[in-house]
């Protein structure tokens, strides 16, 4: 098994806790929805809520990179020829790695300052740095996935 499946396959299980969280969210507005009409609201549902799409939207990503499926508007670059296509393909990825890394590393030191601090959501107490270490952690995974595909692309046709 190559670098680039084996990226997958841990890129491939982020992707199903971010499918659950998703399923979560769904679940708990469908119910809160029908729990409001006999006057039961789910306490902190807006909270709930807004840290499942955090984790969707965090935790997809590397797999969406890895399985290719992010869209491209190539309107430029069709036009030119094949080697720099694959030069700016090298350059955009690189240029990715270095952003990943960079929010990686500051949604750890936010993490670090929300865990000193002890800041957690208003009502169900919830902490907020779980999800902040999180995301750092899919952050620096998507840099590392980019990495591979960078390396991928230079094998290729080097």
Known sequence: ??????CKRVNRYLYLIGGFALMFMMLLTVADVILRDFDHPIVGTYELVGFSAAVVI???IPYTTSARSHI???????????????????????????????????????????WRSGEVSLTIQMPFYPIAFGIGVCCFLQA??????VVGIVRRRS
């Open 1 to 6: 098994m190559d670098l680039f499946e084996r």
């Open 58 to 60: 965090g935790f997809c």
């Open 72 to 114: 491209t508007v190539d309107f430029l670059t069709m036009r030119l020829s094949a080697g720099i296509q694959r030069i700016l393909r090298v350059i955009t990825r690189l240029l990715g790695v270095f952003l990943f890394i960079f929010l990686g590393y500051n949604l750890f030191i936010m993490g670090a300052d929300l």
């Open 144 to 149: 590392f996935t980019q990495l591979v595909d």
